[in-house]
């Protein structure tokens, strides 16, 4: 049964999108992976049941002609994981709204963009949509603002979304891993290098190279959320939500702490870089 399932994979060239693609293939699935680039497009494309698909969620035509190409292939589509994303920090006060309309671009509007291609696929299967969220959409911390909120948009999106799609029995789970050991981390860390501003230099390149550090050290492996997308495929019926992370009660702890006592425990580490 699941030989003739399709799923569609954005950002599939690394990271979680090209574990997932390699998982899922190995446990029978079909997999429209989709990149940006010819490099990753052809090494995709060595993957058994793999069809690779060229495909920026910026580009209007490129997701339409994506949805063309499936649509004349007539394998029908059961899953789509919106997994493409980027990520852009620094001293919020120093932001461009370019900058934030960038990240919006890719992690929210390219969701969108996406979702609403393809939804007339997904509506004929009655299959699944999966959203890789983060659980910087659910606490966002210091110098994450471009980040974290167009993933806590994403939030907001996927609850209207799932809520309407109940009635036509259209399942939309969103993932919120916590880090996860992706070159995400190398590129965060590119950026801290490029920082020009003097606003907070210290404390905001302290924070980045911390997160990057922990990352490096305690991040999840893609694989494990790779996992977690086959079982919500798999699943009669998945959870809405599910967080990931690598330490579950520090996130608990976070999450019941009330805010002026959070504030302040931020508060103490960002000092340490003064
Ligand atoms: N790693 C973590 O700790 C972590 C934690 C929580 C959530 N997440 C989320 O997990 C998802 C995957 O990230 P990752 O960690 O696997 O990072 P990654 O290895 O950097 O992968 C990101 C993927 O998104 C693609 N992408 C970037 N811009 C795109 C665009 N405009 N159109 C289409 N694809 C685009 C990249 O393609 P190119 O190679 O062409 O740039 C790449 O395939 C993201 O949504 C991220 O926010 C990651």
């Not at 699941?2 to 954005?10: E, H, R, S, V």
């Not at 058994?48 to 490129?62: A, C, F, S, W, Y």
């Not at 001293?91 to 990240?103: F, G, I, N, R, Y």
Request: glycine share 8%; proline share 5%.
């Amino acid at each position: 049964m699941m030989k003739n399932q399709w799923i569609l994979i954005t950002g599939a060239s690394t990271g979680i999108g090209r574990v997932a693609t390699e998982f899922l293939q190995q446990k029978g699935y079909s997999i429209y992976a989709c990149a940006r680039k010819e490099g990753d497009l052809q090494d995709l494309g060595r993957i058994p049941n793999v069809i690779p698909i060229k495909l920026d969620v910026t580009k209007n035509e490129q997701i339409e002609q994506a949805f063309q190409e499936i649509s004349d292939r007539k394998t029908g589509l059961f899953g789509l994981i919106n997994n493409a994303g980027i990520v852009h920090a620094g001293p919020t006060m120093d932001l461009d709204v370019e900058e934030l309309k960038h990240q919006f671009d890719v992690n929210f509007f390219g969701v969108h963009r996406v979702t609403k291609q393809f939804f007339p696929l997904i509506k004929k299967s009655k299959g699944k949509i999966v959203m890789i969220g983060s659980g910087a959409g659910i606490i966002a911390n210091p110098f994450f603002a471009p980040y974290s909120s167009s993933k806590f948009a994403l939030e907001g999106y996927t609850d209207s979304l799932r809520r309407e799609l109940l009635l036509y029995g259209i399942q939309v789970v969103i993932i919120e891993p916590g880090m996860v050991k992706t070159p995400i981390w190398d590129k965060g860390e590119a950026l801290l290098g490029n920082y020009n501003g003097d606003m907070l230099k210290k404390e905001a390149s302290g924070i980045g190279s911390m997160a990057v550090q922990t990352a490096r050290d305690i991040g999840l492996p893609p694989e494990k959320i790779a996992s977690l997308i086959y079982k919500i495929l798999t699943k009669k019926n998945p959870k809405p939500r599910y967080a990931i992370v690598p330490n579950y009660w520090m996130r608990q702890l976070m999450l019941k702490m009330p805010t002026r006592m959070l504030d302040r425990f931020i508060l103490k580490k960002m000092q340490k870089f003064q």
